[in-house]
């Protein structure tokens, strides 16, 4: 097994005092893994992942990282893209949590960065849109500015949630692929949220189904069976 980059012990956390949403979780990931997690609609996944990327406090338990300072990359349930900054700006804001200075603030990068997210933009098969604003994209198109702008950061671990939930079946094939290929080539770790098994099973190594807040199965992706998945999550098999 590959070193663990990420260890979750028995967290449990809830919104304002409310009911827990995570409840005595565990989940370990490897280096360079590809994690899918599913669960029903409002299970706690995009809880999982904001909490994960620190967006979330207070939490019990324990949530140990092992990464670098700021190499964390996550591409929200609702993207988000500045819509008047053209594609090439929107991966540059990608890079702002790097040091050096108010520059990259007032929107000036340095050659070097601009470089950088010119070469993503171009593995990611957009190239030719760099100069055309977020706002007049298609949705593949936004998505992999998103998925872009997040390796911006060179992270170590990228959190991506339902991030091709709104495309097409080929659209979320090819960005689906584009992103594995890209993290397994620079060794990144993924944790992403996902309803669709078929995408899961092609795209992942691992599985980990969550309820009742906490994770309820974890299986390698190839032993994924939309069958006994959906007895889990819609049927009354969950314990
Ligand atoms: N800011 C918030 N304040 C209070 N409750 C919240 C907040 N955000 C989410 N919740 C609740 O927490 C639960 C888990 O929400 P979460 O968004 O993590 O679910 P999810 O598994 O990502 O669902 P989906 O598949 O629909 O995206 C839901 O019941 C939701 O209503
Ligand atoms: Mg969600």
Redesign the pocket.
């Known amino acids: 097994m590959a070193p663990e980059i990420l260890r979750i012990r028995n967290l449990t956390f809830s919104?304002?005092g409310?009911r827990p949403?995570l409840n005595g979780l565990n989940l370990e990931l490897g280096e360079g893994e590809i994690l899918s997690v599913m669960?029903r609609?409002?299970?706690?996944?995009?809880?999982l992942l904001k909490l994960i990327a620190g967006l979330l406090y207070p939490y019990d338990g324990e949530i140990t990282l092992k990464i670098l300072k700021n190499r964390l990359g996550y591409v929200p349930?609702q993207i988000g893209l500045v819509s008047n900054l053209t594609a090439l700006q929107n991966v540059l804001l990608g890079s702002l949590g790097r040091p050096g200075g108010y520059g990259r603030i007032l929107g000036i990068f340095p050659e070097e960065e601009v470089e950088k997210a010119y070469k993503l933009l171009n593995e990611l098969g957009i190239s030719e849109l760099a100069d055309r604003k977020a706002a007049l994209l298609s949705g593949g198109e936004r998505q992999r500015v998103a998925v872009g702008r997040a390796l911006m950061q060179e992270p170590q671990l990228l959190l991506a949630d339902?991030f091709v939930s709104d495309l097409d079946v080929f659209n979320a094939m090819e960005v689906m692929k584009i992103t594995r290929d890209l993290c397994r080539r620079k060794n990144v770790s993924v944790i992403m949220?996902m309803h669709d098994a078929f995408l899961v099973k092609g795209f992942s190594d691992r599985v980990a189904v969550i309820g009742n807040g906490r994770v309820i199965r974890d299986f390698p992706a190839s032993q994924l069976d939309t069958e006994s998945l959906s007895k889990l999550l819609v049927g009354d098999a969950v314990v």
């Open positions: 919104y304002d409310g949403i669960g609609s409002g299970s706690g996944k995009t809880t349930q339902e949220t």
